[in-house]
């Protein structure tokens, strides 16, 4: 029986070692393995610096075309949204009043004409017989002032005259200049005058862009004028338009509600593809930023306001270091403060790593950015 206890109790300490130690080895997980992450290598350059603005885009002139006179449209003589040239004629106003006037007022200089001639005749007929003493030295005075009468009537009548011409030519609504013609706003048989707007001509070959600088972008500017400024035109569906521009005037004061002054842009638009009223952006080169740090954007972490960066060392271990970030060019982010030249930064597999992790890298060409 003794020995038969024995066996039982070493039977039940050896059940209860075994079992304690599967469970000792259950409690200890196995160390994953390295993390697999994608890097690059901070590279340093010189970098354009861009400022970029809103704009619309306006005529590079704008010519409302107003009548002179007053009457009845009667006809148009242009398509509308066609280009036009300085001079012609692009609505007709009755011209029968005016031509009516323009009768009159030759009929009147005619009569003036005559009376002229009549006063000319007596003050040359009278002078001899005054200096003879024929007739009294107070009638050629008469006639003197009779001939100065008739030639200021004449005068008058002749200014009248030209004005009814005048007149009469501003029945013909002219353009101003070269340009795109706009949608007519008069209609036939309107009454206008010289207060009715009938359409607007745009010259737009070059065209115009106006962008609002801050007092800090102008300064730049004024800076930057020594140097071959060419700013590209950024179109509605994000294209960039093929031609460069050029900055022309700066406006004569700074807008004391916003801070900004408004810049005027040009560009070359051959065919008129470009329009007054479209929408875009004006972006130029105003400064270089030399030897600058550059990463891809999306190695760039932002976490509570800040933004991180993974590093990895040459022991493949993780450190997370705090940056400042600056300019952006094109995909690629110009660190300020944070990072060195040819630091390895993880570009891909960020979401997995966390400080002092050892991983597994594998390069990247840093230049494809995002």
Request: proline share 5%.
């Amino acid at each position: 029986m003794r020995t038969l206890r024995s066996s039982l109790f070493l039977s039940a300490t050896s059940f209860l070692l075994l079992s304690a130690g599967c469970q000792s080895q259950q409690a200890v997980p196995p160390t994953p393995p390295p993390a697999n992450v994608e890097v690059a290598t901070v590279t340093q350059k010189d970098v354009p610096v861009y400022s970029e603005w809103v704009t619309t885009l306006d005529g590079y002139v704008n010519a409302d075309i107003q009548p002179q006179v007053s009457g009845y449209l009667t006809a148009q003589l242009y398509k509308e949204g066609s280009f036009v040239h300085k001079g012609d004629v692009l609505f007709q106003i009755d011209p029968r009043p005016f031509k009516v006037a323009l009768e009159k007022a030759q009929g009147e200089l005619a009569q003036d004409q005559a009376q002229l001639g009549k006063a000319t005749e007596d003050v040359n007929r009278d002078t001899p017989l005054a200096q003879e003493k024929a007739i009294a030295q107070s009638q050629l005075d008469d006639d003197i002032q009779a001939q100065l009468a008739a030639k200021a009537a004449l005068t008058s009548a002749q200014a009248d005259v030209d004005q009814a011409k005048l007149n009469l030519d501003f029945t013909e609504v002219k353009s101003l200049i070269d340009g795109i013609a706009g949608i007519a706003k008069g209609q036939i048989g309107d009454l206008v005058g010289p207060s009715t707007l009938l359409t607007t001509v745009s010259q737009v070959d070059p065209i115009k862009a106006y962008v609002s600088m801050t007092e800090a972008e102008y300064a730049t500017y004024l800076q930057s004028q020594s140097s071959d400024l060419a700013p590209e035109l950024i179109l509605q569906d994000e294209k960039t338009y093929s031609l460069r521009g050029t900055f022309i005037f700066a406006d004569r004061q700074v807008d004391t509600g916003t801070g900004t002054i408004l810049v005027a842009v040009s560009f070359p638009n051959p065919g008129n593809v470009l329009r007054p009223g479209q929408f875009g952006r004006v972006r130029a080169v105003m400064s270089v930023e030399k030897d600058a740090l550059l990463v891809p954007q999306r190695a760039v972490t932002e976490l509570q306001g800040g933004d991180q960066v993974a590093v990895v060392g040459n022991d493949n271990k993780v450190s997370i270091k705090t940056v400042k970030v600056g300019e952006t060019a094109g995909a690629m982010s110009v660190i300020e403060v944070g990072l060195q030249a040819n630091d390895r930064i993880v570009i891909e597999g960020t979401q997995n790593i966390k400080d002092g992790a050892i991983v597994n890298p594998t390069t990247a060409d840093s230049s494809k950015g995002t």
